[in-house]
Structures are given as structure tokens and as C-alpha cells.
């Protein structure tokens, strides 16, 4: 999560808003935001309702695996992918992501 941080200015090349979300409580979010100085919002999940929707649930927990969902205004998903260094490869997901949002085929 503070790779993405240290990467917040990829999130104005996003056409929509951008959140971490996990499996940890709301009471956990707040001290890790404070702890790490995270600016952007993250939500908790305890329920791993948006988790498994987004099919980013780890098998063997009840906890979420690291990846990037991209969801339209309307909740549909429309794509979703495991990346265990997600915050490390955020310039390139990002706009990856954004082409999935504007309905563009994703450039490699």
C-alpha cells in the first residue's frame, strides 16, 4: 500500500475513483492509514462481499489476495486480476485499467 502512495499521482490517469480494499476492519484501515500515511481511501470488507465478486479471495483464508478490480458506475466487473505486486507494477496497471474503464482494449 505505500508503493501506491509513493504512486498517487497514476491515479489522476484513472477515469474513475480508485480504493484498497480488504478483508481487515475499519478500526484496523485507520491505524494503517495513519501508521503509513495513506491518502487514499480504503475500505474495509470484513463480509468479503466486493472480495468475491471481484474474485480476489484467497482460497485458504478468509482474507483477500493482492490484484486490481475494475468495476463500472453500475458495480458490473469488468475485470479482475491477481498481482501479488500490485503497489510495484502500479504504472503500468494503472493505465491498463483506465483503457478497461473507457472501454478500450488494454495496451500491453
Do not use: C
Request: hydrophobic letters at 40%; aromatic letters at 6%; charged letters at 25%.
Amino acid at each position: 500500500m505505500v508503493e501506491l502512495q509513493n504512486k498517487k499521482e497514476l491515479f489522476s490517469q484513472f477515469p474513475g475513483n480508485v480504493y484498497a480494499v480488504s478483508a481487515s476492519s475499519v478500526d484496523e484501515h485507520k491505524a494503517m492509514k495513519e501508521e503509513l500515511g495513506l491518502e487514499y481511501p480504503v475500505i474495509s470488507d470484513k463480509n468479503l462481499k466486493l472480495i468475491r465478486k471481484v474474485e480476489l479471495l484467497d482460497p485458504e483464508a478468509p482474507i483477500s489476495v493482492r490484484g486490481f478490480a475494475v468495476l463500472d458506475k453500475d458495480g458490473k466487473v469488468l475485470h479482475s486480476q491477481q498481482i501479488d505486486t500490485f503497489g510495484l507494477e502500479a504504472e503500468g496497471i494503472i493505465p491498463y485499467a483506465a483503457d478497461i474503464a473507457n472501454g478500450k482494449q488494454p495496451s500491453q
